[in-house]
């Protein structure tokens, strides 16, 4: 299927009240109009650098999302333009973020990314952390920050009862902690090869890259 009815697919099959961010790394720009001219806005990259090219070429009414990890020295290059950042892991970046907003003028929308996986190449900080972060008397100080929800990734495997455990204890985090801070309202889990499962199991943002626009050859 093209690009086009691949973004067709999903907004037909996913619920309303879902976002789909379709993952355009390593893609070309052709690539994302073709979803563009679909009706899509929402995209995902992992590196800055490449979403800030593709920022620049593109239509101003996209909203770009940095889904991969952030060093604190690129967080400049997408300040004056990045809708959401999935991937927060420690307070020093959400300062860094706040300063760079601000000199924006803006207010930028944050997750934190919390690890559910088991293997220790993925990134992500512990729920006893991410409360640490959402109480700490900084982050109440900070006027161009907003974290909004929290986003996961599960471990690669085959074993679906795994990744199902992992995805609900996501969930319950996120239930739990929406009590205490109720600006909690994205849940971001699911890729291409899991997302019916993370629908299944409460998300209501999806990241989703090669079911759209193909296998990639690197990452
Ligand atoms: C690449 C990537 C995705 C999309 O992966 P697919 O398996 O191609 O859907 C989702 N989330 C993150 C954090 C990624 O780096």
Not at 190 to 204: E, I, P, R, T, V
Request: aromatic share 6%; glycine share 6%; net charge neutral.
């Amino acid at each position: 299927m093209s690009i086009s009815e691949n973004i067709k697919k999903f907004k037909a099959e996913i619920p309303e009240d879902t976002t789909l961010v379709a993952v355009s790394k390593t893609k070309p720009k052709e690539d994302i109009l073709e979803a563009y001219e679909a009706g899509h806005r929402v995209f995902g990259e992992n590196k800055i650098q490449e979403m800030t090219e593709k920022w620049e070429e593109l239509p101003k009414d996209i909203q770009w999302h940095m889904i991969g990890h952030v060093q604190r020295n690129k967080v400049k290059y997408m300040a004056p333009y990045v809708s959401l950042i999935h991937a927060v892991d420690s307070l020093k970046l959400l300062k860094e973020i706040e300063k760079e907003a601000k000199k924006n003028d803006r207010s930028i929308e944050c997750l934190l990314q919390i690890k559910i996986a088991e293997e220790e190449s993925k990134f992500g900080i512990s729920v006893d952390k991410a409360k640490e972060i959402l109480s700490s008397e900084t982050l109440q100080q900070m006027a161009h920050v907003k974290v909004v929800g929290l986003m996961g990734m599960a471990t690669l495997t085959e074993n679906q009862e795994k990744i199902r455990k992992e995805f609900r204890f996501l969930k319950t985090t996120f239930e739990d902690l929406k009590k205490d801070f109720p600006s909690l309202h994205i849940l971001s889990m699911g890729m291409s090869g899991d997302y019916q499962l993370a629908l299944d199991c409460g998300s209501n943002m999806i990241r989703v890259g090669s079911a759209i626009f193909g296998e990639r050859n690197y990452n």
